[in-house]
């Protein structure tokens, strides 16, 4: 995965997130479902924001992050 793909995953996941708390404090969102999008949303948007930060600029890997 390359470092802009990984800021890319990492920002609209973090726009989802805000997005459906947004709509929940509103009102046009059920809770339920802006839970559900934060819930979804917050793993998937904490590891790539990790991935990001790792990756190099070069063409090389990102290291193995290990269990």
């Known amino acids: ?27 046009p969102v059920p809770p339920l479902l802006a839970a559900g999008v934060m819930i979804l949303a917050f793993p998937a948007g904490a590891m790539a924001l990790f991935l990001w930060w790792c990756a190099g600029e070069g063409e090389e890997d990102i290291p193995f992050l290990g269990y």
């Not at 390359?2 to 995953?9: P, Q, V």
Request: net charge positive; proline share 0%; aromatic share 0%.
């Open 1 to 27: 995965m390359k470092k802009t793909t990984a800021l890319g995953i990492a920002i609209l996941c973090g726009a989802a997130m805000l997005l459906a708390s947004a709509g929940a404090a509103a009102g």
